[in-house]
Structure formats: C-alpha cells, structure tokens
C-alpha cells in the first residue's frame, strides 16, 4: 500500500487547510483500515489527528475535534483532512497514515508526508 499525501504548503492564519492522501495498493473501504491524519510539528513528537475507518466511521482528538474534519471518496480512493481557523502552531509535517489488523497479521503504512506552513 502506498499513501501521497498532497497539500498547499504555505497557508495564512485564520484560513482552511485542505490536504490529500492518495492510496495506491489497496481499497479505503477494504476491511478493518483505519486511515489516520498525523502531524509532526518542528522539534516536536508526533500528534494523532483523526481517522476514518473502513466503514466510514470518524474519530477525533479532543484538541481538534472542533477544527479538523476527515472525508473520503471511495471513486477516488482518496482520504482528506480539513482543518480551519488554522494558527502558526499548526505548522507541521502532515502524514497519512494507514493501519489494519486482521485475526493473523497487523499492517502499517506511511505516507511521506508533507510539509504546511502557517504564516502570514
């Protein structure tokens, strides 16, 4: 499974981010993948975002839950995130990332990431 995720780079404060994680490999309506949004942002560890499972179902951080939204088009294979009323502290790298666990076997995948910048 191969994820790429895709974005603007640079967005001003107070403005919405959209980004893409495009999948290759597999189906995001294949049993038991989650798809998470992860963010890294500079000198700091990595911070779970949110996740659409196989079914369509969300979750979300309790630090974002109130800014961050996670979608997906099946046709496309596509997972997004969106996120508004972005601040310079959301500069990060942004990372998809895939999970699934079946009864024998745990896979993992990463994107390589991409990189927003917050910044008037």
């Known amino acids: 499974v191969q994820l790429q995720e895709s974005g603007p780079g640079l967005v001003k404060p107070s403005q919405t981010l959209s980004l893409t994680c495009t999948v290759s490999?597999?189906?995001?309506?294949?049993?038991?993948?989650?798809w998470s949004w992860i963010r890294q942002p500079p000198g700091k560890g990595l911070e779970w975002m949110g996740v659409?499972?196989?079914?369509?179902?969300?979750g979300y951080s309790s630090a974002l839950k109130s800014r961050a939204s996670i979608s997906r088009d099946n046709a496309k294979n596509t997972v997004y995130l969106q996120m508004n009323s972005l601040k310079p502290e959301d500069t990060a790298v942004y990372y998809c990332?895939?999970?699934?666990?079946?009864?024998?076997?745990?896979?993992?995948?990463w994107g390589q990431g991409t990189q927003v910048t917050v910044s008037s």
């Open positions: 990332n895939a999970f699934r666990i079946t009864s024998v076997a745990r896979f993992e995948y």
């Open positions: 490999g597999d189906s995001i309506t294949t049993n038991y993948y989650w």
């Open positions: 659409i499972g196989y079914s369509g179902s969300t």
